[in-house]
């Protein structure tokens, strides 16, 4: 039962380029939506969040668009550079808060120099 | 920068044997959590836990499964009779209010179950 969905494994962008990662969630309770990034051999990252009562929200080089009604999240980074590199979790929660995070399985991401 | 330590990173064991996790959250954080990771799989929540009792936590956390804070800076994760699928990383957090979404996560203790 995938409640978040990342429907890519990998994504291979060009550094300086907008690096784009979707995610889709199927569990209308869901309210708050948090993108968190993955080195190999270390813990996630928190990256960016965004309450449902937005549609935006942005951080220096990563924005976070929601689109409530197709639930429906993307996470923009641009532009993207090397240390981009890493595995990219997009995790939603009921309640507003990270009690009982749910994680999609993750997306690969490669910024190719 | 204060960081969630973990030990062991790597811990291998026989089936039906106890396993103890351990976490060292960051000092000032009120609410803990335990999460593990299959290999090629997703995060996975297994447990919360808040002012010394668990608040919420998946299907995954049977009956095998429990956690401590035996003191004032360890949480520890216990898995009382292991199996094969316990196999995984096991993922400590923390964060300092339920409501901010912003979990640290510890590097990991991965669990190898023969």
């Known amino acids: 039962d995938q409640q978040v969905k990342q429907n890519s494994p990998s994504l291979s962008v060009q550094e300086g380029r907008i690096s784009i990662l979707n995610c889709d969630y199927t569990?209308?309770?869901?309210?708050?939506f948090l993108w968190y990034k993955k080195y190999p051999a270390e813990g996630p990252t928190f990256l960016i969040s965004i309450s449902s009562i937005k549609d935006k929200n942005e951080d220096g080089r990563f924005t976070v668009f929601l689109n409530k009604s197709a639930k429906h999240l993307s996470l923009h980074i641009v532009p993207s550079q090397p240390g981009d590199s890493a595995v990219y979790f997009c995790a939603a929660s009921p309640g507003g808060g990270a009690d009982g995070l749910t994680f999609g399985k993750g997306t690969h991401l490669i910024i190719q120099p | 920068e204060p960081e969630v330590t973990q030990t062991p990173s790597h811990q291998v064991t026989q089936m039906g044997q106890e396993v103890i996790l351990r976490c060292v959250p960051i000092?000032?954080?009120?609410?803990f959590y335990w999460y593990r990771q299959i290999l090629g799989q997703k995060v996975e929540f297994l447990v919360s836990f808040y002012n010394n009792e668990i608040s919420e936590k998946s299907e995954i956390f049977d009956d095998q499964f429990s956690v401590e804070r035996p003191d004032g800076s360890n949480f520890t994760l216990k898995i009382r009779s292991t199996k094969l699928e316990d196999s995984a990383m096991y993922f400590c957090?923390?964060?300092?209010?339920?409501?901010?979404?912003?979990?640290?996560f510890g590097e990991g203790s991965r669990l190898t179950v023969l």
């Open positions: 000092s000032n954080h009120l609410y």
């Open positions: 569990n209308s309770m869901f309210d708050y």
């Open positions: 957090a923390s964060s300092w209010a339920v409501n901010t979404g912003e979990l640290f």
